[in-house]
């Protein structure tokens, strides 16, 4: 997996097997991980946390169902991607998990690659969730045929550029290059800095990348 898209990025495991808790983290050395073992749990963590991406056993402890939570868990993070492994799952309860407003963007079954792992990993990261809910905004702009100066197409920009840094920034080692954003995009110092101080406070990028996004810090 290319290393661009793995430091920083937070995946909250919802596995019971200790076993398996091993192989995902094998496979996911370099992201930010939290384990729990019920979905229940799951729901309580994202109370207060919101991780960039979910992966759902089917099977868990206290008897629950993982693909049973999943509109929950998109209640409470609709654009976090979920992909759900299971070794039990027929195709019907495959293409239900699948199907519908509040469903699974994967599902991989059991005894899975690590390979294979990495890659569905990679692409729901990159391509799912908050890019996903890029695409969708700029298909709602041209559908509406929204003018490029209102509100509504300013934030659908900001989302879209902030996912672009968000890509380029992860697993990097030094600090974004403030000047150098506000060329690539074209836009204003301030603007990137805006961008950089939203992606912190959500959690995506590490603070240590761009500690002035904290006012205690001081002028740039």
Not at 89 to 106: E, F, K, M, T, W
Not at 186 to 196: A, E, G, H, Y
Request: charged letters at 25%.
């Amino acid at each position: 997996m290319s290393a661009m898209n793995v430091r920083n990025a937070s995946i909250l495991i919802i596995e019971d097997d200790p076993q398996h808790v091993r192989l995902y983290n094998k496979a996911l050395r370099g992201f930010r991980v939290t384990t729990v073992a019920t979905a229940s749990a799951a729901l309580k963590e994202i109370e207060t946390t919101i991780p960039d991406l979910i992966l759902l056993d089917h099977i868990l402890a206290e008897g629950e169902k993982g693909t049973d939570f999943i509109p929950r868990l998109k209640a409470l993070a609709a654009h976090v991607p979920i992909i759900v492994i299971s070794g039990t799952l027929d195709i019907a309860g495959q293409l239900s998990a699948l199907s519908g407003p509040l469903s699974a963007d994967y599902v991989l079954r059991k005894p899975i690659q690590l390979e294979q792992l990495e890659a569905v990993v990679e692409r729901a990261l990159n391509e799912c969730g908050l890019g996903e809910t890029v695409a969708m905004l700029k298909s709602l702009e041209r559908a509406e045929k929204i003018e490029a100066n209102e509100p509504e197409r300013l934030f659908a920009e900001r989302l879209a550029r902030q996912h672009a840094i968000l890509n380029q920034t992860r697993g990097a080692s030094e600090r974004p290059n403030v000047s150098a954003l506000a060329r690539q995009f074209n836009v204003s110092r301030k603007t990137i800095q805006r961008d950089l101080t939203d992606l912190v406070k959500r959690g995506q990028m590490d603070p240590a990348l761009y500690p002035e996004w904290d006012p205690a810090f001081g002028p740039e």
